[in-house]
């Protein structure tokens, strides 16, 4: 059985869509809701991934992740709801 990673589809391979400016407010809003700790397990490779978009966006890479975490959710729900 052949695995395919998330990291690997083409859509992560294109610049983002989304504009610094519009990130950085999104995190500042999203910054003053309280959110809860978590850990995620990743690979120091995908880590390193997630470093060099995020500064290639101009973002903390936490926020990369949050952004992808959120975007995969909304995108669930879309197709749930087909």
């Not at 903390?60 to 975007?71: A, G």
Request: hydrophobic letters at 40%.
């Amino acid at each position: 059985m052949k695995h395919i990673y998330a990291k690997s589809l083409s859509e992560y391979r294109a610049p983002s869509q989304h504009e610094k400016k519009k990130i950085l407010a999104a995190a500042r809003r999203l910054k003053k809701k309280r959110k809860l700790p978590t850990s995620v397990a990743l690979e120091e490779e995908t880590i390193k991934e997630l470093k060099t978009l995020a500064e290639w966006r101009g973002v903390p890479y936490q926020v990369l992740m949050r952004m992808f975490i959120l975007e995969g959710i909304h995108h669930l729900r879309v197709a749930d709801a087909r």
